[in-house]
């Protein structure tokens, strides 16, 4: 088959290389999945995962992309809850082979069913994006309606739909991002917006959960924002500083059947907008995945049609 590999960490994304692959072979409680489109975070290079397996030794050449939408072709011994044929979309094992290829082999229960009225390229484009929202500001952040919420890259991916699900749940939502972002932003549905470029974000004033995609000097000055038992969540590792009467909180985001659903339901009512950034087939998915030009949102890597 074919897919996109990586042999060496300090080659970064420029490293990547269309190939010829064995098709994998699903383990127990595996399916394997015909990929007909996949998702891509620009970050994964820098992922000890993306290098090694669950027992630390080297994996090379690896296959990146940890979500996906397609088809069950084969099912692994003992899998249950998927049936060949069925679609699917899901995130798969940082610590084996990903996405960006025409098959791929993950454990079943990673993966939701996609309905048949959801576009494989849109399925694709929520599982990474989509789950880290939802578990941020439900499971980690523990948002109540009417709190307030800063939202950090709030016209990306991940940030996108942070605005969404935290405005649908009834917060007050301020995003931040470059100067560019703005209208793209408000769009999401932020009610305000911070230049972080041009604007002091200390003038935002108290809020309750502030969503950081962006870490570093941002993330730290965030932590003074956060009111007394409030939380300040990153998915870009620990902060440099705490909230002094709340909750610092870095996570990972974990697969999940029902949230999945949850998110895959919004979509199709309309409640919730994917951030499709750009979309190019695997043949060209390197160039794609180094692009010479900014790109806002996700890009999908279609693998078959
Ligand atoms: N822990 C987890 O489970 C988890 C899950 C998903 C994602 N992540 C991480 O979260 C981060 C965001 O992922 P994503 O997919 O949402 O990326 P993305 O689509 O690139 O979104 C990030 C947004 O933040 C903006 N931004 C970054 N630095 C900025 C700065 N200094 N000032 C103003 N705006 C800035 C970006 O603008 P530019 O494009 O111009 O930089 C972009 O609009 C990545 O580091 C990713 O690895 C972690």
């Not at 993306?50 to 072709?73: M, N, Q």
């Not at 974000?201 to 941002?218: P, Q």
Request: hydrophobic share 40%; net charge negative; glycine share 14%.
């Amino acid at each position: 088959m074919k897919a996109i590999v990586v042999t060496d960490e300090a080659a970064g994304t420029a490293g990547m290389t269309l190939a010829e692959r064995p098709e994998p072979e699903p383990a127990l409680n595996d399916v394997v999945v015909q990929v007909h489109a996949s998702g891509f975070v620009p970050t994964e290079m820098a992922w000890p995962s993306t290098w090694t397996d669950r027992l630390g030794r080297d994996r090379t050449p690896s296959i990146p992309g940890h979500e996906l939408a397609g088809v069950v072709s084969a099912l692994g011994y003992g899998t249950t809850g998927l049936s060949v044929g069925q679609r699917v979309f899901g995130l798969t094992d940082w610590t084996r082979d990903g996405t960006l290829a025409e098959y791929v082999a993950v454990e079943a229960r990673n993966l939701a069913p996609l309905p048949g009225d959801v576009d494989f390229t849109v399925g694709a484009s929520l599982p990474i994006s989509g789950l880290t929202a939802w578990q941020g500001l439900f499971e980690h952040g523990r948002l109540q309606a009417g709190q307030s919420v800063l939202v950090h890259g709030a016209a990306g991916a991940v940030g996108s739909m942070v605005t969404q699900l935290a405005r649908e749940f009834g917060a007050y939502v301020i995003g931040t991002g470059r100067a560019a972002d703005r209208e793209r932003a408000l769009d999401f549905g932020t009610h305000e917006f911070v230049d972080l470029g041009n604007e002091a974000l200390e003038d935002v004033g108290g809020v309750d959960l502030v969503f950081d995609v962006i870490g570093g000097d941002i993330g730290k000055r965030s932590a003074g924002l956060i009111r007394a038992g409030g939380t300040l969540v990153s998915v870009v590792g620990p902060t440099e500083a705490r909230p002094a009467d709340g909750l610092a909180i870095d996570f990972v985001v974990t697969s999940d059947r029902g949230q999945l659903g949850e998110i895959v339901r919004r979509v199709r009512d309309g409640r919730l907008r994917t951030n499709i950034g750009n979309v190019a087939d695997l043949d060209d998915a390197v160039a794609a995945l180094n692009p010479t030009e900014r790109v806002t949102g996700k890009t999908i890597i279609r693998a078959h049609s």
